[in-house]
């Protein structure tokens, strides 16, 4: 084995190259990387290239009143909303075994996203002629397909994620930044007033113990 001693020189000439090359290829991976994403949208469509996924809270007693989107949607949640569990994944709904459902608020606003997610679910049959139970009926595929010949960019959502979006109340419910329009009239000179206030509560025994001073001192000269 062979070891060969770099100096800084070297070592900073070789770090510099390697930086140079990285920032000549980020523009050509960039380009690359939203060419792969119309691929893949192009791929699946008029599926989204995205799937639903539950309403959650971060862990954590400090960011626990937040909410984000999950991993997937608990069996109880996919048997109170009608579901089956393994057709969950194939009409676009992300599944979670292992997660559990530790309140009914949780469970009533994931059951009620199903809901909503399968109402406007347009479910093609997988053969021509062969209708199934959970399909959608000919009148709406009909009425889908119109549509999306009438639009630009075809019809139905591009991504789930869009379409159901998950608003956090938290932060919508949080003390923002407050003008100073909004602010009303406060002391002026507030400085000046905190600073004696703060000078007179330090030097109230120093001046308390110079006026008896004084006092005795005065009632001395008397007698």
């Known amino acids: 084995m062979i070891f060969v001693k770099i100096g800084s020189d070297e070592s900073d000439a070789i770090s510099t190259r390697l930086i140079e090359s990285l920032l000549v290829k980020q523009p050509g991976r960039k380009s690359r990387r939203r060419n792969a994403r119309l691929v893949k949208a192009a791929a ?10 539950p309403i959650v809270r971060c862990p954590t007693i400090k960011y626990n009143r937040r909410v984000r989107a999950g991993r997937g949607f608990s069996i ?23 997660r559990a459902n530790l309140s009914t608020a949780s469970l009533a606003a994931n ?19 062969a209708q199934k139970a959970l399909d959608s009926s000919k009148d709406e595929i009909a009425a889908f397909q119109e ?16 379409a159901f979006r998950i608003v956090d109340t938290a932060r919508a419910k949080a003390v923002g930044e407050i003008q100073r329009s909004e ?37 001395a000269t008397k007698k």
């Open 111 to 129: 059951v009620e996203r199903l809901k909503a997610y399968r109402a406007r679910l347009i479910l093609f049959p997988r053969r021509a002629g």
């Open 76 to 98: 109880a949640e996919l048997k109170e909303a009608k579901i089956p569990r393994k057709l969950a994944p194939t009409i676009g709904i992300s599944v979670d075994p292992r």
């Open 183 to 219: 602010m009303g009239e406060g002391t002026k000179d507030a400085y000046r007033v905190l600073r004696e206030a703060r000078s007179e509560a330090r030097l109230v025994g120093v001046r308390e113990k110079r006026a008896k001073a004084k006092a005795d001192e005065a009632q």
């Open 147 to 162: 549509s999306s010949k009438e639009q630009v960019n075809g019809g139905g959502a591009k991504k789930i994620s869009e």
């Open 44 to 53: 699946v469509a008029p599926r989204p290239v995205d799937k639903l996924r």
